[in-house]
């Protein structure tokens, strides 16, 4: 990324982290991976939120968008046990910005992380 958008690691696959289209930002999904390509997998769970909502924020500010154009976000998390936590770091990261969210509990997620993000925003 060019200028002063924070960092992120390269998509591990073929996608890209964020596409404009239609007045419209889409984030594909992302996973507590840091800029430097190293996963959480033995972060703390909150740790692993705090990295996956950064690579959202890194991957908006790339195509110009930022948080407070969020429209809708979705998150998958392994254990719901982990929705306080979650909503928590999550409130603090949005801070007044409040879109459309959904928090989905799902058995597993690649490299045995614990969050999978992605998002729609405004462009």
């Keep these: 990324m060019a200028g002063d958008s924070p960092p992120i690691a390269a998509p591990g696959g073929h996608y890209t982290h964020a596409v404009r289209g239609g007045g419209l930002v889409f984030v594909s999904g992302q996973l507590p991976i840091a800029?430097?390509?190293?996963?959480?997998?033995?972060?703390?769970?909150e740790d692993q939120a705090r990295q996956t909502l950064a690579n959202v924020a890194a991957a908006l500010a790339g195509v110009g968008s930022s948080i407070d154009k969020l429209l809708q976000v979705r998150v998958y998390i392994t254990s719901i046990d982990d929705w306080p936590a979650f909503n928590t770091v999550y409130a603090e990261w949005a801070g007044a910005s409040r879109p459309a969210?959904?928090?989905?509990?799902?058995?597993?997620?690649?490299?045995?992380?614990?969050?999978?993000?992605?998002?729609?925003?405004?462009s």
């Design 35 to 45: 800029p430097d390509g190293t996963r959480l997998v033995d972060a703390t769970f």
């Design 101 to 122: 969210r959904a928090v989905v509990p799902v058995p597993t997620l690649h490299h045995g992380l614990r969050i999978e993000i992605e998002a729609v925003a405004l």
